[in-house]
Nanobody
Framework: QVQLVESGGGLVQAGGSLRLSCAAS????????MGWYRQVLGKQRELVAV???????TYADSVKGRFTISRDNAKNTVYLQMNSLEPEDTAVYYC?????????????????WGQGTQVTVSS
């Protein structure tokens, strides 16, 4: 099993910045893609940014130029630097990871989610 733990959420004024972190822990695993999603109450969870196993990065149009996703593979951690925050960015932010688990000489791939961290941007 793998656990993802997010941190860094909070309350910030419009125009401000926050940095989210998501650390993966467990045994005998390899992380492929890692990314960030967000969800507003009553709406579907939406992609914010993803960092693929090959290093490619994809951003939602609404955050391009303001958010930056990065990874520290040695620490199994993904970050989301959020600048020029807007009230519309207010949501619960979730980290996810596509992880290969190695067990008994074989491996399988699964998707894991963090518990979420609240980001609130005041106007």
């Amino acid at each position: 099993q793998v656990q993802l733990v997010e941190s860094g959420g909070g309350l910030v004024q419009a125009g401000g910045s926050l940095r989210l972190s998501c650390a993966a822990s467990g045994r005998d695993f390899r992380i492929n893609a890692m990314g960030w999603y967000r969800q507003v109450l009553g709406k579907q969870r939406e992609l914010v940014a993803v960092n693929s196993s090959g290093g490619g990065v994809t951003y939602a149009d609404s955050v391009k130029g303001r958010f930056t996703i990065s990874r520290d593979n040695a620490k199994n951690t993904v970050y989301l630097q959020m600048n020029s925050l807007e009230p519309e960015d207010t949501a619960v932010y979730y980290c996810n990871a596509v992880v290969t688990i190695y067990s008994g000489g074989s491996g399988y791939t699964d998707l894991y989610w963090g518990q979420g961290t609240q980001v609130t941007v005041s106007s």
